[in-house]
């Protein structure tokens, strides 16, 4: 469904069509490459209105099936900053991996990297951890 | 100082004016206007730094204007009035002679609102240190500190008038105050008609005041009116950026506007 | 001592429901100056009105306060009353019970008690007003219109047929405007040129019109029935009266490189020419800016060429002044440029054009001869992209409002498109169809039914360049919002009008007021829709809004008609309410001290001065003199005056400070 | 010339060639990079799903760094930084109460004066330096690639024009390079959260992106962002697949572009890390324009 | 109304174009707000001589309300221009003095604004009740006759 329709369905203002959207692949699929943004003759900020959704659609439990990839992946990289303070790209994937289940995706790629000196096996985080993980706990409350 | 007589005396002499508006010894050392007529009262005239005094309100009085071509002995304040004056079609351009004592005693004649005008480009602003620093302090008080300090200075008025006697701007035949239909401001002194007098006084000069300080200096219980006025014009100059007495063709900053005026208090 | 009679009118129950209104004529009774006071059901009805004029007989009032409605309402209404009862018109003044008291109050003593304010504010100010007599102002019966496109013509022809004196003034070298440059038209497909190009004619044969070519309105002063207006002949360098439009001086001229802007810049004309062939006046203009005589010293080629000595290098610009008792203001509007679409490439796909360059393509006369080709390889196109509301109704990128002729005109695009080349395919991108108006849904269904227009509901968001195609990316909304993609030829964009180049300069000229987007606003958008908000100024066309040429022309027939109502008469009466310097017995004359700080003050330039001269005629004394013609009653220059010795009739100082004082 | 540096993730790993290219350009003109002390991640588009207050406090930690450290302008060379730090400055820049709120969060102050600027935004500032150290000139047709985060939207980025940007490509002409007209420039390669959850999508539109620069006779694709880069480079065999094609056109980082104008040893600027070898032909051969006289007849 | 509770007196000087008729709609949009204010009637901002103030205060308002067309659609083109340099200018100077700028309140009220000036008065008319009377000046008043 495209965001027309996400948009059409919101303006109801009716549970039923709420719903649709927020079970709905569609706000999963959002790039956020701000091309309607900026072509938008009402200049509505699409990405960050699916941005909200998903937020709505995950706290409500209603996210898409096909979204739980995207949701580990975000649980994963949000989880290497809150420990690390920056993204630590292995750890990042290899949680991602056993999220998922997907545990020979990119396998050869990663070596590749590897090889090229594009990956970092140990995490480089950075001096006040404790900042970060505050940042967390004021804003999500939660540990992660 | 007697560059100056000499050049008066032989305007006199030639008749090119009919009087020399000046600077005499007064009492107590202080300087006090001088009206030389013939070459001996030339010889009174004097110059030196205690010349503070504006004297282009005389230039205005019917009783000046009869004695025929005035020169004028004009220090910046003075120039600036003369300006000003011309600007409001109250002095013909040319009408009057400027006379100024340069700082090697030479004396320059500005007999034309061009000559003058280039003169007052040279010139530093009348404001003086002393009362700029005062204008700051005030506005460094708290409003009701202002608003005390105010009332405490005007509740001495006695609306003698000389303020405005002794402004060169003031030049009007019958003034607000005298309007009697309707009676705007009461004639008695009393704290509401003294703070109306003066608030009307700062707003009728505002963008027009050359800040020579006069009403000041001629307040007989020592109030610092001219601060008011000088502070109107303050306010012109700071938002509006035309100052008064720089120009003898009209720019009066309350008779124009910017569509683009920047104003902040307005809902 | 004023013996004032004070009427207050329930209004029904509008004022009565909220307002003790026996109460409050109760009061007045008491008040110092009244005579008579009484109230009733509704004063503005004939036997209310009636009551006013009987009470002013037997009480010999001489001032009279009706407490009713906005006087915005009914102050007329109750100075005629007051004046067939022999009282001075301005002798009434009204207190506005109704909607500035009973109508936003609740029921309470409080509300009462502020009526009897508003009656006393009325009484203590009547007490001072002074019989008015209405300014009498002649009139110069004759009229300017601004803009030579189809609103202008229409007017100027109408005025003129009523026996006026018209000066029809048009920016450019020759009539027609807009709609000279248009194809056919909608809803009927005749030939625009074919119905205007004699009206053109008919204005430069007609007796009463003066036509002004490639002149513009340099400045207006004046008032109402009595402009001044100072217009900028531009030097055409050639002699009008010697050129008998031969021609032979265009054929010689060796700059063929000039940007042809009547034909929107899709070809090139020579230094030397005529707008167009059928161009009334038909006498050429010479372009200094590239002819090389004014860029180069050389070449005179025209000259030579010329049979009867026309040609006249060193021609100057003239400034003509005129006076004229109305103006009708018929700029028209330009179209937005295709460099303002940042996703259709910012104008540099060449095949990207606007609505008026296709109806260049599209027109008999135009560069093509009327076949549609493309400007890059003048191929004719088999896919033409049309977008609706390119600009229009695109609040982050073009113009909040609907351009209105667009939907129209792309149909009639798309529509002789299939017509001209029957394989062709026309594609129309809209958001959604506005043809309301005589015969125009028809118009479309025909375009979509007959002629196989496809009609796309969506907006396209990128053009791109692709071998040679243009590649229009889009959706469609009726698809839900599907990805639509069309290898086009020429892409046709329905780009907003805007307000006319120069149009917010010439407003300021003639002190009228524009809306937010520029456009001449109208004194009522729907009471005075062809008036503006200056007295004597009226409006028609495009330069008010985005409209077509019925709607035009009816609007033109209309402002045309205001203004001959206008001229019909020799007089005007004015409002007395206007501002004057006092006078004084001598020697003061006046308390005007003639420092003439007024001057600038003054919106309309009515301020100026008078000497008083003895007999020996020397001046006494010079004083600032108001024009009673051209003041409008503002009131600036009184709160300017540190002496007080402007005042104004009406609102006097006086008046004001008892208002004040009865507080 | 000073500014403040924050490199952000991916330049410290899977980007790390950007991160040696633009240090090294830099140091050719003479620009100090400062690095931000204990600069955090920005959160991506991640931070956004946990919330925006997360999203916006760990952005602005960064800025209240770079403030502390007596800094008022930052690069990131990263877009997708970029994007995300350039919309929380602007987001703060006139917003007394949220940027009070934001500082009890990263339980730091911030007055809203550091401005963010993208690697093109510097660069241009630098473009008589480049043409003056350019060494072998880069007479090469490039296809100058920008994407999303660099230009959209215009409130944040506050840079170059929406569509059809110009800064990159005159940045590169002033190497000497051609960069050529083509429609791709600012289309999406896929990223947002897809670049390893979704990977069909990507290779579909960054297919569509290598396909295009290779028709338009590009002899390599530049960017200025590492989500691009990562997606045209390593993503290569699953775009060749998906387009049944073999492109080769390597995808090259501005600044490692610029390097080798400069004539940079390849090794500092990391091209051997690339998935898609680089290997450029000659460059072409000058042409001398002649600019034609006004016409006589 | 209880006697407790303070009503100030406002005046207002509105511009018969604009103003005057933004409340009139206010009048026919059928909006309440509260009595306090009295309306009077000039024919432009540029009218208000900052004297018509100085007398409003005079005579023992604790308020003024001054109100005119918005920027560019004075109906005499440029007198609300021309008002706004001198309020700039009286507003400066009244600050210099120390007077209560609190109690004067400036602001543009089209004709089409019937809603903006019933809130206008409603929240000068409650501010001014927060202040109280202007006893800082109505003490002058009655400092009476020297």
């Known amino acids: ?144 | ?267 | 001592m004023s013996r004032l009679g004070v009427f207050v009118c329930h209004c029904g129950e509008n004022i009565g429901a909220t307002v003790d209104v026996t109460e409050v004529a109760e009061r007045c009774k008491h008040m110092s100056g009244v005579a008579h006071a009484e109230d009733y059901k509704y004063l503005c009805s004939n036997p209310g009105q009636n009551k006013i004029k009987q009470a002013i007989q037997e009480h010999q009032l001489d001032g009279v306060v009706v407490a009713a409605c906005s006087p915005r309402m009914h102050e007329p209404t109750f100075r005629r009353a007051v004046s067939d009862a022999g009282l001075n018109a301005y002798m009434c003044e009204v207190a506005n019970l109704r909607e500035h008291c009973s109508w936003v109050h609740q029921k309470a003593d409080s509300t009462t008690e502020k009526a009897v304010d508003l009656v006393r504010l009325q009484v203590e100010k009547v007490k001072r007003n002074k019989p008015l007599d209405t300014i009498q102002v002649p009139i110069t019966r004759s009229a300017l219109v601004i803009g030579g496109g189809i609103a202008g013509i229409q007017a100027a022809l109408d005025i003129a047929d009523s026996g006026h004196k018209v000066i029809l003034v048009e920016r450019s070298p020759a009539l027609g405007g807009h709609m000279a440059q248009l194809s056919e038209t909608f809803p009927t497909l005749d030939c625009s040129q074919c119905i205007l190009t004699p009206r053109m004619v008919d204005v430069s044969r007609h007796p009463n019109i003066t036509l002004l070519t490639y002149s513009e309105v340099e400045h207006v002063d004046g008032f109402i029935g009595n402009f001044k207006v100072a217009i900028r002949k531009r030097a055409r360098m050639i002699d009008e009266e010697l050129c008998t439009g031969c021609g032979e001086c265009l054929q010689k001229c060796p700059t063929k490189n000039v940007i042809d802007s009547f034909n929107e810049g899709l070809s090139m004309r020579r230094a030397i020419y005529v707008p167009f062939a059928q161009a009334v006046p038909n006498i050429p203009v010479i372009d200094t800016e590239h002819c090389r005589r004014y860029q180069k010293k050389k070449c005179d080629r025209c000259a030579k060429a010329c049979p009867t000595k026309a040609i006249k290098f060193d021609q100057k610009d003239e400034i003509l002044n005129v006076e004229v008792g109305a103006i009708v203001v018929a700029t028209g509007y330009q179209v937005m440029s295709t460099d303002r679409f940042p996703e259709y490439g910012y104008g540099t796909y060449p095949d990207v054009i606007t609505g008026l360059q296709f109806e260049r393509y599209a027109s008999a006369s135009g560069p093509t001869q009327g076949v549609i080709k493309r400007p890059s390889d003048g191929k004719e196109p088999e896919t033409v992209v049309f977008l609706a509301c390119s600009g229009s109704r695109d609040a982050a990128k073009g113009v909040k409002y609907c351009s209105k002729i667009c939907c129209m005109y792309t149909a009639k695009h798309a529509m002789l498109l299939k017509h001209k080349n029957h394989n062709a395919k026309a594609y129309v991108f809209y958001m959604d169809i506005r043809a309301a108006g005589k015969n125009y849904d028809e118009f479309v269904r025909r375009a979509i039914e007959e002629d196989g227009v496809k009609y796309i509901r969506g907006r396209v968001s990128r053009i791109y360049e692709e071998d040679g195609k243009l590649i229009v990316k889009g959706a469609d909304t009726l698809l839900g919002g599907e990805p639509v993609q069309i290898k086009a030829d020429m892409v046709v964009l329905a780009s907003a009008a805007l307000p006319n180049h120069g149009q917010g300069e010439l407003a300021q000229k003639l002190h009228v007021g524009t809306d937010p987007y520029g456009f001449v606003a109208e004194a009522h958008p729907k009471l005075r829709p062809v008036e503006t908000t200056s007295a004597g100024i009226f409006l028609a066309g495009a330069c008010q809004s985005p409209r077509d040429i019925p709607e035009t022309v009816g609007q033109a027939s209309a402002a045309a008609a205001k203004v001959t109502a206008l001229l019909s008469r020799s007089h005007l009466a004015r409002e007395p309410l206007v501002a004057e310097v006092n006078r004084r017995p001598a020697p003061e004359y006046s308390t005007c001290t003639g420092c003439l700080l007024c001057e600038t003050a003054c919106p309309y330039q009515a301020i100026g001065h008078e000497d008083i001269k003895d007999r020996n005629g020397n001046v006494l004394k010079t004083l600032a003199k108001i024009n009673p013609g051209l003041c409008q009653g503002c009131g600036t220059c009184v709160s300017l005056c540190r002496t007080k010795a402007i005042d104004l009739h009406g609102y006097s100082n006086e008046q004001v400070f008892a208002e004040i004082m009865s507080l | 010339m000073r500014i403040g540096y924050y490199p952000g993730c991916s330049l410290t790993s899977s980007a790390r060639e950007y991160d040696e290219s633009v240090r090294a350009v830099c140091e050719m003109l003479d620009l100090t990079l400062v690095e931000i002390p204990d600069w955090n991640c920005c959160g991506a588009s991640s931070a956004h799903v946990a919330g925006a207050e997360l999203a916006l406090g760990l952005r602005a930690r960064n800025l209240a760094l770079a403030e502390a450290a007596g800094l008022d302008e930052i690069l990131a060379p990263c877009a997708a930084c970029f994007n995300r730090l350039a919309s929380a400055s602007v987001e703060l820049a006139d917003a007394p109460d949220k940027r009070q709120a934001v500082s009890e969060v990263i339980g730091m102050p911030y007055s809203g004066k550091v401005r963010v600027l993208n690697m093109l935004a510097v660069l241009e500032r630098f473009k008589d330096q480049i043409a003056a150290k350019t060494e072998q000139s880069f007479r090469h047709k490039v296809a100058c690639y920008y994407g999303c985060l660099l230009v959209r939207p215009t409130k944040v980025a506050q840079f170059d024009r929406v569509e059809d940007p110009q800064s990159m490509d005159q940045i590169m002409a002033a190497t000497g390079a051609k960069p050529v007209r083509w429609s791709s420039k600012t289309e999406c390669c896929g990223t947002g959260l897809s670049t390893i959850t979704r990977t069909e999508l990507v290779a579909n539109l960054s297919g569509r992106i290598v396909a295009d620069a290779a028709k338009r006779e590009a002899v390599a694709i530049i960017t200025a962002c590492p989500m691009c880069q990562t997606n045209l480079d390593m993503r290569r065999p699953e775009i060749n697949q998906k387009l049944q094609q073999k492109h080769r056109i390597p995808v090259l980082y501005v600044t490692q572009a610029l390097g080798l104008a400069m004539g940079i040893d390849p090794q500092r600027l990391g091209l051997q890390r690339h998935m898609v070898p680089v290997e450029l032909p000659e460059p072409e051969p000058e042409v001398v324009t002649t600019d034609d006289d006004d016409d006589e007849d | ?146």
Not at chain 2, 12 to 20: D, E, I, K, S, T
Request: glycine share 6%; charged share 25%.
């Open chain 1, 1 to 144: 469904m495209p965001s027309c329709q996400v948009l059409r369905l919101l303006q109801y203002e009716s549970s039923e069509n709420d719903r649709r959207v927020l079970e709905s692949e569609s706000i999963w699929l959002c790039l956020s490459c701000d091309t309607c943004h900026s072509r938008c003759p009402q200049t509505i900020n699409t990405p960050k209105v699916m941005y909200f959704l998903r937020e709505e659609s995950v706290r409500l439990g209603l996210a898409h099936p096909k979204s739980k990839d995207a949701q580990a992946f975000h649980k994963a990289f949000l989880g290497s900053i809150a420990r690390h303070g920056r993204l630590h790209e292995i750890g990042m994937l290899m949680n991602y991996k056993f999220r998922t289940g997907h545990l020979l995706q990119d396998m050869t790629l990663g070596s590749k990297l590897y090889q090229k000196g594009k990956l970092e096996l140990l995490p480089h985080g950075i001096e006040d951890k404790a900042a970060v993980k505050n940042l967390f706990k004021r804003t999500t409350g939660d540990k992660e």
């Open chain 2, 1 to 267: 100082m007697d560059v100056l007589r000499n050049k008066a005396r032989d305007l006199l002499a030639q008749g090119q004016v009919q009087v020399v508006i000046g600077y005499e010894a007064g009492t107590s050392g202080a300087r006090r206007p001088s009206f030389a007529r013939s070459e001996a009262d030339a010889a009174r005239l004097m110059w030196d730094a205690d010349c503070v005094g504006n004297l282009a309100g005389y230039l205005t009085r019917p009783e000046i204007k009869k004695m025929g071509k005035a020169a004028i002995v004009a220090n910046a304040a003075t120039l600036r009035a003369l300006l000003q004056l011309t600007a409001e079609h109250q002095l013909a351009e040319g009408a009057v002679l400027a006379l100024v004592v340069t700082e090697e005693g030479a004396v320059l004649e500005l007999s034309n609102a061009q000559a003058v005008t280039e003169q007052v480009a040279t010139l530093p602003s009348s404001l003086s240190a002393a009362d700029r620093e005062k204008l700051e302090r005030l506005m460094a008080l708290s409003r009701e500190e202002r608003r005390a300090f105010w009332e405490q200075e005007l509740q001495r008025c006695v609306k003698c008038y000389a303020c405005r006697s002794s402004c060169p701007m003031c030049y009007c035949g019958s003034c607000t105050m005298d309007c009697n239909r309707p009676q705007w401001v009461p004639v008695a002194s009393h704290e509401l008609g003294n703070l109306e007098y003066h608030t009307v006084r700062a707003m009728h000069l505002a963008g027009r005041c050359v800040q020579c300080g006069e009403c000041g200096r001629a307040c007989p219980v020592g109030i610092p009116i001219h601060l008011l006025t000088c502070y109107a014009e303050e306010s012109v100059r700071r938002q509006f950026g035309q100052p008064a007495g720089t120009s003898a063709t009209l720019n009066y900053a309350l008779g124009n506007f910017r569509p683009d005026d920047q104003e902040s208090f307005i809902r």
């Open chain 5, 1 to 146: 109304m209880a006697d407790d509770v303070f009503e100030p007196k406002i005046t207002a000087f509105v511009c018969n174009w604009c103003t005057y008729a933004g409340a009139d709609l206010t009048g026919t949009s059928r909006l309440k707000y509260q009595s306090n204010v009295r309306i009077i009637r000039l024919p432009c901002t540029g009218r208000v001589d900052f004297m018509l103030i100085q007398k409003a205060f005079a005579r023992g308002s604790d308020g003024v309300i001054v109100s005119g067309c918005h920027p560019n659609d004075c109906h005499y083109t440029s007198g609300n221009y021309h008002a706004r340099r001198r309020w700039m200018v009286f507003n400066d100077l009244m600050e210099f003095m120390g007077l209560d700028m609190r109690r004067i309140t400036f602001s543009w009220v089209s004709a089409a604004e019937g809603a903006k000036w019933a809130t206008l008065v409603n929240e000068v008319t409650d501010h001014l009740r927060e202040l109280g009377p202007y006893t800082e000046y109505q003490r002058l008043l009655n400092a009476g006759v020297a």
